[in-house]
Nanobody, 125 residues
Framework: QVQLVESGGGLVQAGGSLRLSCAASGRTGSIKAMAWFRQAPGKEREFVAAITGNDGDIYYADSVKGRFTISSDNAKNTVYLQMNSLKHEDTALYYC??????????????????WGQGTQVTVSS
C-alpha cells in the first residue's frame, strides 16, 4: 500500500502563488506516475497534472498550462505543484494521487489507486 499526504494549501489573492507538496510512503517502488486532481464544490474531480516516476514525463490539463508546474523529488518520494497566476476558478480541494499501471497520460480518476486526503486552495478575487 501507498500512503499520500498533501500540504501547502491556503488562502491567496488572485494573481498570487502557492506550492503544494505530496509526500508518499509505503510501497513507493510500485508507483508508475503521480498526479494532482482538484474538486470544487458541486463539481466532479478534475485532472490537473501528472508526472511519471522514472523519466519525468509530464502532462497538464489545458486549464493550467503555463501557470502550474508539477515536479518530483524521487529521493524524498515527494511531488510538488507550483501554482502561479492563481485565479478564483482555481479554488478547490486539491488531491494527490498515485497510479500503479503503465497508462500514459493517466487522466481518469480510475487510473489511480491511492489518494491523499486533500488540501484546500482558496483564491480570493
Amino acid at each position: 500500500q501507498v500512503q499520500l499526504v498533501e500540504s501547502g494549501g491556503g488562502l491567496v489573492q488572485a494573481g498570487g502563488s502557492l506550492r503544494l507538496s505530496c509526500a508518499a510512503s509505503g510501497r513507493t517502488g510500485s508507483i508508475k506516475a503521480m498526479a494532482w486532481f482538484r474538486q470544487a464544490p458541486g463539481k466532479e474531480r478534475e485532472f490537473v497534472a501528472a508526472i511519471t516516476g522514472n523519466d519525468g514525463d509530464i502532462y497538464y490539463a489545458d486549464s493550467v498550462k503555463g501557470r502550474f508546474t508539477i515536479s518530483s523529488d524521487n529521493a524524498k518520494n515527494t511531488v510538488y505543484l507550483q501554482m502561479n497566476s492563481l485565479k478564483h476558478e482555481d479554488t478547490a480541494l486539491y488531491y494527490c494521487a498515485a497510479a500503479f499501471r503503465s497508462v500514459w497520460p493517466p487522466r481518469a480518476v480510475s487510473d489511480f489507486g491511492s489518494w491523499g486526503q486533500g488540501t484546500q486552495v482558496t483564491v480570493s478575487s
